[in-house]
């Protein structure tokens, strides 16, 4: 029996080589023969900050892989106002397979490279290769273990924990390559949609920013970005490190 190439073992398509999703990412969970099948049809690209990604309730035709940057989930209210909903951060799965419109609109928060493919070709890999199945069923099944944590975030956590656990979720996910115990990263959201997520006022989080930098958790670096010096020293800010 010959041996199953897989992305060890065979040829990458050159798009596909310097992947920051392809080892952790759904495409972790394709084999070289199959990278190449879905490379033919992938397209990478860089959208900006404030471009709209998906628009809520339209047709969805492409998912994508985000390989850099940060995206904000957002869903309309019957008012007219817009709430933030989720963060999603690189090797996240952009879109939602088998349904045929956006519950949700995506737009970039912190500039983004995306790696997009056809709709229908990825949902017909699906059913035809299980572990892509059971990789994106865990991808799913972590964003709701996350989302719950959120859940105790918005409802328990006092003023700065709140502030903390959003610092602490940028610190982490931005550069899913980054090592070490300091990161700086640039504030994907302004103070006034951090407030909405947060469920704070501007003031109150503003007076939490400066709390944070008083005790030397972060360094504040014009508008919109943050230095963490010690990522551990500010989870233990959240309470529930």
Not at 157 to 182: N, W, Y
Not at 197 to 209: H, M, N, P
Request: with cysteine; charged share 30%; glycine share 6%.
């Amino acid at each position: 029996m010959s041996e199953r190439k897989d992305i060890h073992n065979s040829d990458i398509p050159v798009i596909c080589r310097a992947c920051e999703a392809r080892h952790k990412g759904i495409c972790g969970a394709l084999s070289g023969d199959e990278l190449q099948k879905l490379s033919r049809h992938t397209s990478k690209r860089v959208a900006a900050r404030k471009q709209e990604l998906v628009h809520e309730e339209d047709d969805v035709h492409t998912y994508s892989n985000i390989l850099s940057g940060a995206v904000k989930l957002t869903k309309l209210m019957p008012d007219g106002r817009q709430q933030i909903v989720g963060l999603q951060f690189a090797p996240d799965f952009l879109g939602r397979p088998f349904m045929k419109s956006s519950n949700f609109g995506a737009e970039v928060a912190v500039d983004v490279k995306l790696c997009s493919f056809p709709k229908d070709v990825l949902e017909s890999m699906l059913r035809e290769n299980p572990e892509l199945e059971n990789r994106l069923l865990r991808q799913v099944l972590k964003e709701l273990d996350e989302a719950r944590q959120w859940m105790l975030v918005l409802g328990r956590m006092t003023a700065k924990e709140k502030v903390a656990s959003f610092l602490s979720l940028i610190a982490d996910h931005i550069d899913p390559e980054h090592e070490g115990d300091s990161v700086t990263f640039e504030l994907p959201l302004s103070r006034a949609e951090i407030a909405d997520y947060l469920g704070l006022t501007i003031e109150t989080v503003s007076r939490q920013f400066t709390v944070l930098r008083k005790e030397g958790l972060i360094e504040i670096e014009g508008n919109r970005h943050i230095v963490v010096p010690d990522r551990e020293a500010l989870k233990d800010a959240t309470g529930s490190a």
